[in-house]
Structures are given as C-alpha cells and as structure tokens.
C-alpha cells in the first residue's frame, strides 16, 4: 500500500485523473492525501468534489480557503459571490450532501505512525503540534455544529495579526483559520503577512517563509502542505511544499508519504 500526497486540485478534474493514472493509483490499495483547495478557478469542482468524496477513506482532505469560500458562500456570504466556476456546486442536486461532507473535512491531520502533518497554508511559530491540532479542532468544532452559518458571515479579515491565548470568540476563530488556510509569510515574533503571496525573496523586509523561522515550535514535525503556487514544489526545514500551480497551467504533483521520509515528487503539466 501507497500513500500519496497530492498538490492543490482546483477543480482540475481531468488533470487529478491524469495524475492518479501516472501514478497507478489503485483503490483497493493505495491511499491519498489532499493538501486542500479541491475546488475553484478549475473547470470541474463538481466532479473533483463528488470524486474525493466517493472514495469514502481512501481519500483524506484538510480544508484550504478555497473550501472555506465554497462554503462560505453557500452559507450566504456574498464576498466570493462572483466566481462562476463554484455555480455547479451550488446547482448540484446533490449539493447539499457534498457541502455537509466538506464542512467535515479537518484543518489539520497527523499520522502518527508515518510521522507526518498534513496542512494546506501553515503554522504560526509559537505553535508545537499539540496546540495547533488543539486550535485546528476549534474551528472544526464551529464549522461542525447548528451555528456554523454565523462563522461563515465574519470569517474574512486579515486581523488580528498575532495570537493570543486571550483572544476568544471569532477573532480568536479568524486567526486560527488564516493560519492554517492563508498563511505564507510572518514576523520572528510570529505576526501574520497575510499581503504577501510572492516568492521567498521578494516580501517585504522583516518577512519570512513561515517554514523558515529559526524558533518555530514545529521545526521537529514533517509537514506536508500546499497552497503556494507561487513557491512550487520545495523541500526544506521539515517541510513539503506541493501547491505547483496546477490551475495556472503549471503542473500537479504528489509525493509518496512513507514512515523513512517522502518519496520523489510524481507530476504532470497542466497546460
């Protein structure tokens, strides 16, 4: 049996089944991580959606913030109201099992027998893996419950900027969810840089990778995340970067997760 984890899919279904054909993936065997972000800008979110839901725990996925826009709109918050590629999710008959099924997809997953986390965005420095699966289970415990349309109505913003154990209700709430869904860049003293998307060398001064950062609680812990199109596949510090901009026509990559360490990176363009 194979584990692979896989870049950001946005949509792109008939790259998705590419890839899996590269790979020889084979259901009855093998098994699949999601770095998050299944569906927007692509030309088939339905499909990739009702796809990775169909194969049940073969597939695990933790949500990026273009699942939380999906729902978000779904839940009625107009803010994403004018992405035409969401619409067939939204007109699905099957629409309502589907969402019901993202909202319970985790922030963050750890498998302790391979000695890996999976994330889509990143981690903030004060955070060891305890807390952040702690801060994870928060915001998947509102997404979770009767009242998670109020969550959705004030889930964007860019503050605060830095934790707090004393912050509480949605403020507390936003930070966690820029975090594990947004985040690239932060300070030493772990403020968010929510603004900047670029690649390492091109932030503003006193910015850095949030991978980078020299006290970061999580140096020890192997992760595994995506959403940075811009940086493409990288491996340092620990960590695996596997967003390579699939929906901008770069390319889609996975990377088999084995208790000794990650395999080579597997891709196809996407032009």
Not at 1 to 25: E, H, N, P, V, W
Not at 157 to 172: F, H, I, K, Q
């Amino acid at each position: 049996m194979t584990t692979y984890a896989l870049g950001d899919i946005q949509g792109c279904y008939d790259k998705l089944l590419r890839l899996l054909d590269r790979l020889r993936f084979d259901p009855a065997r093998d098994r699949l991580w999601f770095v998050g972000d299944l569906v927007s800008r692509g030309p088939d979110s339905l499909a990739t959606l009702r796809f990775i839901k169909g194969l049940g725990e073969r597939a695990l996925t933790v949500l990026g913030n273009h699942d939380l826009s999906l729902l978000a709109l779904a839940a009625g918050n107009p803010k994403r109201a004018g992405e035409s590629s969401l619409e067939p999710v939204l007109r699905a008959a099957d629409r309502d099992e589907l969402l019901h099924w993202l909202r319970g997809r985790p922030l963050m997953h750890f498998d302790e027998r391979k000695g890996f986390a999976l994330i889509h965005a990143g981690l903030p420095p004060q955070w060891d893996l305890p807390t952040a699966l702690s801060r994870a289970r928060e915001v998947e415990t509102r997404l979770r419950g009767p009242d998670y349309a109020d969550y959705f109505r004030t889930m964007y913003g860019n503050e605060p900027a830095r934790w707090s154990d004393a912050l509480t209700g949605m403020d507390r709430l936003r930070f966690i969810t820029n975090c594990f869904t947004r985040l690239r860049y932060c300070r030493a003293d772990g403020t968010l840089v929510l603004k900047e998307k670029g690649p390492p060398g091109s932030q503003m001064p006193g910015a850095l990778p949030w991978f980078a950062l020299p006290d970061r609680a999580t140096r020890e812990l192997r992760i595994l995340f995506g959403h940075w199109s811009t940086l493409g596949y990288a491996a340092g510090h620990n960590t695996w970067a596997l967003d390579t901009g699939c929906v901008w026509q770069g390319r889609l990559t996975a990377i088999p997760v084995r208790r000794q360490g990650p395999g080579e990176p597997i891709s196809i363009p996407c032009a």
